[in-house]
């Protein structure tokens, strides 16, 4: 891997969160910070739409989307108008996204400011610092040298060690002053992969919350083909426990609906319809309700 562009960074990324302004606050609705053009442009836009609509800003802070009066999120009068004041340069979607990621700028302007910055910073911390493998590699190098007892073997891999850190923007050091700086970026670069994982699981997870919860209104959704649904998680038998239990308090007897739906893709009487028109809707769900699968 090349390793032209990267470098130790001293104190791994609290240091280079501090340095590149992370950690600051700033005015309240005022988007100067932001790196990106694009992003002040639609963020200003949106505030200046929110100027425009008497009452917008909180109906947006208090917004919660209400599946019986919504067929989708932000489609209600007042979201109307202030679409309408917004720059045409957004579409329908990013339009609503917008509102979505003001709405948390709203809610709690310090978290939200944070939360961005870090996105960056972090992106920009990872390009930066030299990767993990690399730190491992040369933190094993330390212990071999400290380690080591002969001296033609230590005098070697000094030679080799201390002018690959300072390549690295680590010269001047000894062993264990090299050695102290590489066991915390160690730590902060596993920190930061840790918390990774966890954000893609819970990304993941909120991901199938979604489409089962969907495929729970509209079950028929389970037997779009042979190996089951077009959606995730193509088949029953993939719901996570933990999906399973949060359907479970969110909808007592859930668990006893997939028990019916396994059943049911497992039927050898299932309709060989094809076609959704009318007679094909209803011998699906004539079949469903003899499965309990809808009631």
């Not at 933990?242 to 028990?259: F, T």
Request: some cysteine; proline content about 4%.
């Amino acid at each position: 891997m090349d390793l032209s562009n990267k470098k130790i960074i001293v104190g791994g990324w609290p240091a280079f969160a501090e340095a590149t302004g992370v950690n600051k606050k700033e005015s309240v609705e005022n988007f100067d910070w932001m790196p990106s053009e694009s992003d002040k442009f639609y963020y200003t836009d949106m505030r200046a739409a929110l100027d425009a609509v008497e009452g917008s800003r909180e109906w947006l802070k208090n917004y919660v989307f209400d599946k019986n009066k919504e067929s989708y999120p932000y489609t209600c009068s007042m979201a109307q108008e202030v679409s309408k004041a917004m720059s045409d340069k957004h579409s329908g979607a990013s339009g609503s996204s917008m509102l979505s990621h003001y709405r948390s700028a709203l809610k709690d302007w310090d978290t939200f400011v944070f939360k961005t910055k870090e996105y960056v910073g972090l992106r920009e911390y990872k390009q930066q610092q030299i990767p993990l493998w690399k730190v491992k590699s040369l933190l094993d190098k330390c212990r071999i040298l400290l380690g080591t007892e002969d001296e033609e073997m230590r005098d070697f891999l000094e030679q080799m060690l201390l002018p690959e850190c300072a390549k690295l923007c680590l010269s001047g050091m000894d062993v264990v002053e090299i050695m102290a700086i590489l066991c915390f970026i160690e730590g902060d670069l596993e920190g930061i992969e840790l918390e990774d994982n966890r954000k893609k699981g819970e990304e993941e997870h909120k991901d199938l919350m979604d489409s089962i919860e969907f495929l729970y209104e509209h079950p028929i959704r389970w037997f779009d083909g042979p190996s089951g649904c077009s959606l995730r998680p193509v088949h029953p038998t993939y719901i996570t426990q933990r999906a399973i239990a949060e359907m479970e308090a969110k909808c007592p007897g859930y668990i006893k609906h997939i028990e019916n739906v396994l059943f049911a893709m497992g039927s050898p009487r299932k309709p060989k319809v094809s076609s959704w028109n009318e007679a094909g809707r209803e011998e699906w769900a004539s079949f469903l309700r003899a499965k309990k699968v809808i009631v």
